[in-house]
Every structure is written in C-alpha cells, then in structure tokens.
C-alpha cells in the first residue's frame, strides 16, 4: 500500500499560480502510476492529469490543457502539480491518486487539498 498526502492548496487571484505537492510512503513510488483528481462542490470528481511510472507519458484533462503540469520526483516519493493562469472554475478540492500500471481505477487517494481562485 501506499498513503499520499498533499500540500500546497490555497486561495489565490485569477491568472494566479500554486503548485500542488503530493509525498507518498513507501519504497515503491516508482511503479505506481499518478494521477491528480479535483472535485467541486456540486460536481463529479474529475480526472486533471496523469504521470506514468518514469514520468515520460503524461495526460491532461482538455481544461488544463497549456496551464497545469504535472510531474514527479520519484527520487523524493513526491509528484506535483503546477498551475498556471488559474481561472475561478478551477477552484476544487485536489487529490493525488496512485495505482498500479495493470489496474484501471487508482485505489489509492490522499486527503485532498483545497484550491480557491477568486476573480
């Protein structure tokens, strides 16, 4: 198993930037897949973005497309999040997910973090 914790939420302007931090236990960072989520209230939980175990394929949702990145420090047990020209809707809570390369569904889920952009 693995336990995630993120940091790095906050309340900022539109056109802002915050990076998300993701560090997770245990010694086999390196062959999970990450992934970050967000929830809004009212709202699904979406899918942001996607790092494969090296860190060479990653995925976007088309909404972040340009303006988040996604990344891991598989060095460091970290992954993290950089978010650009950040706009009302992208306001959410956040969570840093992680599974394996053979499943389908990430089991593995932090608490989440709350980001606010206010116009």
């Known amino acids: 198993q693995v336990q995630l914790v993120e940091s790095g939420g906050g309340l900022v302007q539109a056109g802002g930037s915050l990076r998300l931090s993701c560090a997770a236990s245990g010694r086999t960072f390196s062959t999970y897949t990450m992934g970050w989520f967000r929830q809004a209230p009212g709202k699904e939980r979406e899918s942001v973005a996607t790092i494969t175990q090296s860190g060479l394929n990653t995925y976007y949702a088309d909404s972040v497309k340009g303006r988040f990145t996604i990344s891991r420090d598989n060095a460091k047990n970290t992954v993290y999040l950089q978010m650009v020209s950040l706009k009302p809707e992208d306001t959410a809570v956040y969570y840093c997910?992680?599974?394996?390369?053979?499943?389908?569904?990430?089991?593995?889920w932090g608490q989440g973090t709350q980001v606010t952009v206010s116009s």
């Open positions: 997910a992680a599974k394996s390369a053979y499943t389908s569904n990430f089991p593995y």
